[in-house]
């Protein structure tokens, strides 16, 4: 009978732990679903600071593996959650690269290494597998069965490399600051900087964005707030996997930025800006509630194939973006969520989440070379600065899936 006590907390723990995670989820196929968190390393800030660091060799799951999701949240050195109105998580990415066997992470710098970027179109400046901002907490990122981001291949990296992760967190504490939203929209003003991060002089024509809020930089805050205390946090980030099997189907990871202009400007090659301005409305659009601003891009999809997943990512002020084909047929819409009160996960005034989308296998396909539009809405009843348009989704190619279908055809009928 002493037993009962035992096995009550063991059953409740065993559920606590999978609550979250979808009911297809617990065995995909016959193959075990694997699940860690970790934490990067510590990262400091007073109020008003600014941490964006890139950290290299950051703990991740070895192994030649299938990534089904990655999701993250800022804590405090004891593990509680930090809310977005003390210290706003303006983003985080994640991504693999190369580097030679038996370098010290110590030693590594961006030059050194080898980045192994999505299959996107904005290869220099958007390569991450992974990257969320303040939506993080409530925004999916699960790949549907039978599908998995494939990692650690063993004969992928070039002879005498292997493969690592980094991560790179950017965090704005705004405790006491003077005013909160300009700091987390990197306002120039604010941070009383003329000079970028590379020593290139900011002209006066550009209001905020992300070369006015760098490591180190400081936002300005209320008297008696600049030497406040220093708080210890971390990213803490949950990787779920499968082992590679011949059942789980590869997908390919694309991000639209609706600042590439480039084709519709006629221009070969991506110019992808990351971030733009929106601009306060008129009055007479004030008078109308017509306040909305509308940023428009195209870019062109490589390979075609099924879209599998898909979500946008924004800043405060975003109201939703969505993508369509070439048509104009409608891929895949993704819309703000704000939260309503002060504790983690529901702040007033920020998104904190991102709706996704789970099209069915099939019923969303888009072809070899098919010109995609992203368009991104925001409120302009005032004005935004170093906001973001992006799309990100998963296409499961058609060859792949075939190949998949044949595969498992010769097992079956040889085992």
């Not at 990257?131 to 409530?138: D, Q, Y």
């Not at 090659?269 to 659009?285: G, H, L, M, T, W």
Request: net charge negative; aromatic share 8%; with cysteine.
């Amino acid at each position: 009978m002493k037993m009962w006590p035992f096995l009550l907390l063991l059953v409740a723990l065993l559920l606590s732990t999978t609550a979250t995670l979808p009911s297809e989820a617990l065995n995909v196929r016959g193959h075990l679903l694997k699940s860690k968190t970790f934490l990067s390393p510590a990262i400091f800030l007073r109020p008003g600071s600014i941490s964006n660091k890139i950290y290299f060799d950051v703990a991740f799951p070895i192994g030649h593996i299938a990534l089904k999701s990655f999701d993250a949240e800022v804590v405090g050195e004891h593990g509680v959650p930090v809310p977005l109105h003390e210290t706003y998580l303006h983003h985080w990415v994640m991504e693999p690269y190369y580097i030679p066997k038996g370098t010290d992470a110590a030693e590594t710098k961006l030059s050194k290494i080898i980045l192994r970027r999505n299959s996107g179109m904005c290869k220099t400046t958007l390569g991450q597998y992974y990257g969320l901002g303040s939506e993080t907490r409530h925004t999916a990122t699960w790949v549907p069965d039978p599908y998995g981001i494939e990692v650690g291949d063993p004969v992928a990296p070039p002879e005498g490399h292997e493969e690592k992760w980094l991560l790179n967190v950017h965090a704005i504490d705004t405790r006491g600051a003077v005013d909160k939203l300009g700091c987390t929209e990197c306002r120039c003003d604010l941070y009383n900087v003329t000079m970028d991060e590379y020593g290139r002089r900011i002209g006066e024509d550009y209001i905020g964005g992300l070369r006015c809020c760098y490591d180190q930089t400081q936002c300005k805050v209320k008297e008696g707030f600049a030497d406040g205390e220093v708080r210890k946090m971390f990213l803490r980030y949950t990787v779920t996997w499968l082992d590679w099997n011949d059942a789980v189907l590869p997908v390919k990871i694309y991000i639209f930025d609706v600042t590439d202009r480039a084709l519709l400007e006629g221009k070969s090659e991506p110019s992808c800006k990351i971030e733009y301005q929106v601009e306060e409305c008129s009055s007479e659009d004030q008078a109308k509630n017509d306040c909305v601003h509308v940023q428009v891009a195209k870019q062109i999809l490589p390979r075609g194939g099924d879209i599998v997943f898909g979500v946008a990512h924004q800043h405060s002020g975003g109201i939703g973006a969505s993508l369509h084909g070439e048509d104009g047929r409608l891929l895949c819409e993704s819309m703000a969520t704000y939260g309503e009160g002060q504790e983690a996960g529901n702040e007033a005034g920020y998104i904190v989440g991102m709706s996704t989308c789970y099209p069915k296998p099939g019923t969303v396909t888009v072809s070899d070379g098919e010109a995609l539009t992203v368009v991104s809405n925001y409120s302009s009843e005032r004005q935004h600065t170093g906001v973001m348009g992006l799309f990100y989704i998963l296409v499961a190619e058609h060859e792949q899936q075939q190949q998949q279908v044949r595969t498992v055809s010769w097992l079956s009928s040889n085992l």
